[in-house]
């Protein structure tokens, strides 16, 4: 049946005895039909039923539709019935009575109409008499399910209500498989305990936990019956048994919402990034965990959690990611049990951890959009592309495209005028102005690229044939974005097709898959690994195990179907992150070969053998189904594992090319074992085959170690040295924590200088070092990401001296993904306040680090300062820029500009000594005649060092005022002019707050220097 179809019963007619009607206008879930009314019958005569007890009898309800194949579905809710009884048989009165049984309760009360007649004329005087007593009111139980949402374990009954005046509770009976016959209020009185019991009498509903005493067993069926026990201890009657109910432990559903922003919290730090979420439902949660991911996806399968919060924490924390990367943030709820569900998980995003000020301003519109059909592909595909965003803080991309539909029958599409282009138009301008809506077809990460390609919409393959509408927006990492879609916006159009006329060819086979065992489990579960495929019309993987070799699936995946009885899981992200990195998948169900030759899905036990592999299939279904590679782990219960993986025996190790000396290259066989968890490699100056548990390994490699492996320290941390040869042994740890720590394989090899100083000196240097004092002990370190995207860690260093390189100093520790790093005083007790420290960052990459390093320095904690102190990185200007001084280095710099005049004008004209007096008060050249000449006068002495004050200028800035007067003086004695007397400023004044003396000295002692009055 094509995914589209929709079968719908319309119209319908209904037929029940010989009436008729067309049932269509009450098609509606929860719509009540009254059969008799609607097709005209006023009553329907039944066949006679058997003697004793009402027995019901069944009559034909019979639906039609000219809708072939469509499904109806419908219930009885209420039956009305009538009967005659012959009063002089021997069965009306058990007759009466079985009528009066089956009669309508309503509130509480239960109703039968009777009526006398006879079938001939005649007078008869009937006298009938009904005796009764009220007991109780009957109860009924209304539901038994399995209580929604929890940890199992557990079944939710309801009941109606009874209010007699003597209640005392009512109870309520559980049993396996439920009961043959009804209980009677005798049998469950004498030998059976309640379940469960309510005192409350308007209290209509309570959950069961246990069966005759007995836990309730997930999966197991259960049957119940309630009734009221009364003040005096009797029982009413019980109520007819309801059931069967089976309680499950249900997988924990994510939340319902959520946001993500980037911090804003005032000690954040650049990548902080703060998520907050509705809390979980689930009556057994356990926790939440959160995950980071770098590419879009609708689920977390692969990821790693990069928190996990106990329910005890709340519902919101701050995630450290690496600031300016686009990541989308995954959240799942955890049982008690452990169970989540990564195929349905809360995603949020794309959102960006970044620092700094949201500026509010939008990158401008793209330039240069154009869509167009994908080339050399099955069709469904469109190419896009655009001229790269010029904002500087472009984080990401978002194609949107609206569907046009099936318009390219018009005229030729591309034509500047005709149908075509007119529809195209007028959709165009409708999306401008809101009338029509884009959907988002794909978010771009990398804001350096300049196209995608586009084969889906909101989820929805495209379609060939049919035009699309195409825009590209531009996003900064504070998430603004101009969604106006004005003029200078562009949007274009076009229509995919298929280019090629011959089958496509099917995805390439993975070749690399790895299984081992899931750690810290009992054995139910495997790991599955694998690298992400490069197919560029990639749709889903399907994730294959089976209890034996298999390396051809066809069987369970015919005409592109997948078979009902398989535990293949789907994925339909093509990748796990943008750098690449493999799935880790975990499995807890395989196939399994019955003995009938049959195959069923069984789960994964303890010492089970499973194979695992990887189908990759593209949009048009095409895919590899034979020649798979396959790879097998044992299922292992690591609870109660005592075994240790074989040692490693193969392992070798090689100078480094190319380096300083002070590094070697390690290879080994990896371990066979399919728990094994991590490899551990000890590097010592001596030979050795044995280490202790407590030993410190000189690196730690995980279970899918890249070879070759880097080894440049001794397990005690010490540098290895050029021609000084060392030793080394891996020891292979498993999941249980087993390792043989003896009769170790060991190598030796003699790392050579060959004359490279420093072999990492390609990487670019690490900028915008920071350090500050925490809590007056402890160190933080602060630094920018690199943008080299070959860098995979930084090493942090920290010495009492500068030194030119890492050598010299002590290593802190190594981050990946932060940057910034906690250097505590526990670990490097020699890191104490009262000293400064030189510190550095250094990036690493696959081979090698950069050694060369510039540290900053951090100086010692000064006394009465407070819990933080930062590296000092020179003069804080904020000490001096204040109001008063503001003034002062203002007119000190006009005195400055002043003097430099008159410095570049007796260089450029030699010995005009009229300079400043022109300068000041604008003396024209000819105003007294001939200039004079001579000699410039003498430099007058330094003034005397003035005492240091908070409001003291910096040096820089410092002026001799009195120097500038004497170089002015005998131009003035020359060409006397005369001038208003102007009142006399405070120099004083201005001079003391400078820190410079009031008195001039001696020399300078006859010198007229009124006019520095006009200039301040």
């Known amino acids: ?399 949107w495209l609206h569907e046009l539909g099936d318009i390219q029958s018009m005229d030729q599409p591309g034509q500047d005028d005709g149908p075509y282009a007119t529809l195209v138009a007028e959709a165009v301008a409708e999306l401008r102005d809101g009338t029509l809506a884009f959907e988002e077809a794909q978010v771009v990460t990398d804001c350096a690229a300049n196209e995608t390609v586009v084969d889906d919409i909101g989820g929805r393959e495209l379609v060939d044939g049919r035009t699309y509408l195409v825009a590209v927006t531009a996003h900064d990492v504070w998430l603004n974005v101009d969604l106006s879609l004005g003029q200078d916006t562009i949007i274009d159009d076009a229509i995919p097709f298929r280019n090629v006329i011959d089958e496509g060819m099917p995805p390439a086979r993975l070749e690399k898959i790895e299984a081992f065992d899931h750690p810290n489990d009992d054995g139910g579960a495997i790991d599955v690994v694998f690298p992400p495929s490069a197919a560029d019309d990639f749709d889903h993987y399907l994730v294959w195990t089976f209890t034996e070799a298999i390396t051809n699936v066809s069987a369970w995946h015919m005409d592109g179907v997948l078979s009902d009885s398989t535990s293949a899981l789907r994925i339909e992200t093509q990748r796990i992150d943008a750098d690449g990195s493999s799935f880790e998948l975990t499995m807890n169900e395989a196939l399994h070969r019955n003995q009938d030759g049959t195959w069923s899905v069984v789960p994964i036990e303890d010492g089970m053998t499973v194979h695992a592999a990887v189908t990759v299939h593209d949009l048009r279904g095409n895919v590899h189904l034979d020649g798979l590679t396959t790879s097998s782990a044992l299922a292992i219960d690591n609870l109660a594992d005592r075994e240790a993986p074989e040692r490693i025996q193969e392992i070798v190790a090689t100078d480094r090319p190319e380096d300083d000396g002070r590094a070697v290259l390690l290879e080994f066989l990896p371990s066979t074992a399919s728990d094994v968890d991590a490899y551990e490699v000890y590097v010592l100056s001596a030979p050795f085959d044995r280490v202790s548990e407590d030993a410190t390994p000189s690196l730690t490699l995980d279970r899918t170690p890249n070879f070759p492996v880097v080894v440049d320290r001794y397990s005690d941390g010490s540098t290895l040295e050029p021609g000084v040869t060392v030793y080394l042994a891996v020891v292979v740890r498993d999941t249980s924590g087993n390792a043989f720590l003896t009769e170790l394989t060991t190598t030796s090899v003699a790392p050579v200088d060959d004359g490279v100083e420093d072999p990492g000196i390609y990487l670019d240097p690490i900028t915008g070092i920071t350090a500050a004092w925490l809590e007056q002990t402890d160190v933080l370190v602060a630094w920018e990401h690199t943008n080299d995207p070959s860098v995979r860690a930084y090493r942090v260093y920290f010495a009492s001296a500068t030194f030119p390189d890492v050598e010299s100093a002590t290593l802190a520790g190594e981050v990946q993904a932060s940057n910034s790093f906690r250097i505590s005083a526990a670990a490097f007790p020699e890191l104490v306040n009262s000293s400064g420290w030189y510190i550095a960052v250094t990036p690493v990459d696959d081979v090698f680090e950069r050694t060369s390093v510039e540290p900053i320095f951090l100086p010692p904690l000064a006394q009465g300062e407070g819990g933080d102190g930062a590296a000092d990185d020179g003069l804080d200007l904020g000490t001096y820029l204040t109001g008063p001084n503001a003034i002062i280095a203002g007119l000190i710099l006009i005195t400055v500009l002043l003097a430099l005049l008159v410095l570049r004008r007796r260089g450029g004209e030699g010995g005009k000594s009229y300079t400043l007096q022109e300068a000041t008060w604008g003396i024209q050249e000819d105003a007294f005649g001939p200039l004079p000449s001579g000699p410039a006068p003498a430099a007058p002495p330094a003034a005397p060092a003035s005492t240091a004050s908070a409001l003291a200028a910096p040096e820089a800035l410092s002026v001799d005022l009195y120097a500038a007067a004497q170089q002015l003086s005998p131009a003035r004695m020359e060409a006397p002019v005369t001038r208003t007397t102007a009142p006399a400023a405070n120099i004083d004044g201005l001079l003391d707050d400078l820190g410079l003396e009031s008195t001039p000295p001696s020399t300078q002692a006859g010198l007229d220097t009124s006019f520095l009055d006009d200039l301040l």
Request: glycine share 10%; with cysteine; proline share 8%.
């Open 1 to 399: 049946m094509p995914s589209a179809a929709s079968l719908r019963a319309t119209p319908l007619n209904l037929g029940i005895g010989t009436g008729f009607a067309d049932v269509t206008e009450y098609l509606h879930p929860g719509t009540s039909i009254d059969l008799l009314n609607l097709t005209g019958l006023g009553n329907l005569t039944l066949a006679a039923g058997t003697a004793g007890p009402l027995t019901p009898t069944g009559v034909p309800l019979v639906f039609s539709s000219s809708t072939q194949g469509a499904a109806v579905w419908a219930s009885t809710e209420l039956l009305l019935w009538d009967g005659t009884f012959e009063m002089a048989d021997d069965a009306f009165v058990s007759r009466l009575q079985a009528a009066v049984d089956t009669g309508r309760m309503l509130n509480g009360n239960l109703t039968v109409q009777t009526q006398l007649f006879s079938p001939v004329n005649g007078s008869m005087e009937v006298r009938l008499i009904y005796d009764w007593s009220r007991t109780e009111t009957p109860i009924e139980l209304l539901d038994l399910s399995d209580r929604p949402d929890d940890g199992g374990g557990a079944l939710r009954a309801s009941w109606s209500l009874v209010h007699d005046d003597d209640f005392a509770r009512y109870l309520i009976y559980l049993k396996p498989d439920g009961w043959a016959v009804p209980p009677t209020a005798a049998e469950l009185q004498g030998g059976m305990e309640p379940d469960a019991a309510v005192a409350l009498h308007s209290r209509l509903q309570t959950d069961v936990f246990t069966a005759g005493g007995q836990p309730l067993i997930d999966g197991q069926d259960y049957s119940a019956v309630i009734v009221v026990e009364y003040a005096d201890g009797r029982l009413g009657t019980p109520s007819m048994p309801l059931g069967p109910a089976t309680p499950s432990d249900e997988i924990p559903r994510p939340p319902n919402s959520g946001e993500a922003m980037p911090s804003t919290l005032s000690n954040a730090a650049d990548g902080d990034l703060e998520v907050r979420w509705e809390r979980c439902t689930a009556l057994d949660h356990a926790s939440t965990r959160l995950y980071a991911s770098t590419v879009e996806r609708t689920d977390v399968l692969g990821l790693t959690p990069e928190v996990d919060l106990p329910k005890t924490d709340g519902n919101e924390t701050v995630l450290s990611l690496q600031p300016g990367r686009v990541y989308w943030i995954g959240l799942t709820c955890v049982d008690e049990a452990g169970q989540e569900n990564l195929s349905d998980a809360l995603i949020l995003g794309p959102v960006v951890p970044t620092g700094g000020l949201d500026d509010g301003r939008a990158p401008p519109a793209l330039k240069d959009v154009e869509a167009t059909d994908a080339p050399n592909d099955e069709g469904g595909r469109l190419l896009v592309t655009w001229t790269p965003s010029i904002a500087v803080d472009c984080a990401f991309y978002t194609v």
